[in-house]
């Protein structure tokens, strides 16, 4: 098992900048990749960006230029740092690993944007 924490979000103004956190612990080495979710109310949920053991990233078209999802190693929290954050980024997001079975999702934290 996987277990994902997530930490950092909170009210920011429009133009800020967030930095989330995403801790793993437990049978790390089952995952292949790692990546963030979000999912605004009333909204499908949205793949934002992912990063790769290898360090490959993809980002949502929504989000690139803005947004920056890095690691250091598979042993050390991944992060998505938000830069020039506008209203409508307000969401839900969530951790997610990807494993060769089994996909495991952290329990998401509140990003919000006020304009």
């Known amino acids: 098992q996987v277990q994902l924490v997530e930490s950092g979000g909170g009210l920011v103004q429009a133009g800020g900048s967030l930095r989330l956190s995403c801790a793993a612990s437990?049978?790390?080495?089952?995952?292949?990749?790692m990546g963030w979710y979000r999912q605004a109310p009333g909204k499908r949920r949205e793949l934002v960006a992912t990063?790769?053991?290898?360090?490959?990233?993809n980002y949502a078209e929504s989000v690139k230029g803005r947004f920056t999802i890095s690691r250091d190693n598979a042993r050390t929290p991944v992060y998505l740092q938000m830069n020039s954050l506008k209203p409508e980024d307000t969401a839900v997001y969530y951790c997610v690993g990807w494993g060769p079975n089994k996909n495991y999702w952290g329990q998401g934290t509140q990003v919000t944007v006020s304009s």
């Open positions: 990063i790769t053991n290898s360090g490959n990233t």
């Open positions: 437990g049978s790390i080495f089952s995952i292949n990749a």
